[in-house]
């Protein structure tokens, strides 16, 4: 393998990353190394940020028998379903 300073490769760009290339080209003093460099590291920077957490909440004891919440979910999907048909 060749050494990180001497890597070289061929890629196939879609049409709009290649358009979008296209316009950071024209800012003067730019090369397509530079900015094909920049994106790949600022698109693989960004998924190194930290996992996306969600809060929790206590809501207290259920109201329902979740043992069946499936069931439970299915009859109230049926229920809207057969309202919905019999109002329509």
Known sequence: MP???DFRTTI????DVY???QRRLEVPGTSLKSVVNEAIRSGL???QREKFR????????PTVNLDHALRLAGEL???TTIHL????
């Not at 196939?12 to 049409?15: D, V």
């Not at 969600?54 to 004891?61: E, R, V, W, Y």
């Open 85 to 88: 048909l019999e109002n329509s």
């Open 54 to 61: 969600t809060k929790t909440a206590a809501m207290g004891q």
């Open 19 to 21: 358009s979008l290339i």
């Open 3 to 5: 050494s990180v300073a």
């Open 45 to 47: 920077a960004s998924r």
């Open 77 to 79: 999907d049926d229920a």
């Open 12 to 15: 196939t760009l879609e049409p």
